[in-house]
């Protein structure tokens, strides 16, 4: 569903990211994990198309987007949760969600989008400003979700998540999959939310994969190694 190739991404004359490749499935979770200052946000960034990548090819199915506007990726498929959520504070739940209806041809919030966020549904009059962070970031997987997305980019999911909300981020992204067919990419430092919801793992380390393997065969320590500082 989603295929990267080779691709290089720079901040002026510095490489962030060089010759990075991987595939995801459809219906497949994988977790992107590294150290803060290792290119995982600069890659979700060029995936969705706000920062241009210098070489190489990123692909929807079979549609090339590498070249393409960050609306326009959207109208492809590709649903991004930026770092820090980025909702709308003075915009009541529902207004935040309506948001990401603009180019939908309905206007309607989809049953099943109160049906996964039973607590936004409560709040939905609530501003957006006045959610605790674990709510914020469930209404920012709302907004995404209403685009009706192929590929859904999660970038820090659970930056300043108590544990106990990070546990149900993790069984709303497994039951999204149960429900549609998406495939999800996160960028994630916690390893053990990686591992509740993820079907592969990639380590990136310098704007490289240095490391891949599937959860079930995952060296647990190993990974470990590479997130410590």
Do not use: C, W
């Amino acid at each position: 569903m989603l295929n990267v190739e080779n691709i290089q991404v720079s901040y002026g004359q510095s490489k962030v990211i060089e010759n990075l490749s991987f595939t995801a499935e459809d219906n497949q979770t994988i977790a992107i994990m590294g150290r803060n200052g290792m290119g995982k946000t600069t890659l979700f960034k060029s995936l969705i198309g706000l920062l241009p990548i210098n070489n190489g090819n990123i692909s929807v199915g079979d549609t090339d987007v590498s070249a393409m506007e960050s609306y326009q990726r959207v109208y492809q498929g590709i649903a991004y949760v930026p770092q820090g959520r980025m909702i709308f504070p003075t915009l009541s739940v529902q207004e935040n969600i309506e948001t990401g209806l603009e180019n939908s041809k309905s206007k309607k919030i989809p049953d099943e989008i109160f049906a996964l966020f039973p607590v936004l549904h409560e709040m939905r009059h609530r501003k957006g400003g006045n959610l605790s962070g674990g709510q914020q970031q469930q209404l920012a997987i709302a907004r995404a979700l209403v685009t009706d997305p192929k590929v859904l980019l999660l970038d820090e999911p659970t930056e300043g998540i108590q544990p106990s909300i990070i546990k149900d981020i993790a069984n709303i992204l497994n039951e999204i999959r149960k429900m549609r067919d998406i495939t999800i990419i996160v960028s994630e430092q916690v390893l053990h939310f990686a591992l509740a919801v993820a079907d592969r793992i990639l380590v990136i380390e310098s704007g490289e994969i240095i490391f891949e393997n599937t959860r079930d065969e995952v060296d647990a320590e190993k990974i470990s190694s590479y997130l410590s500082v």
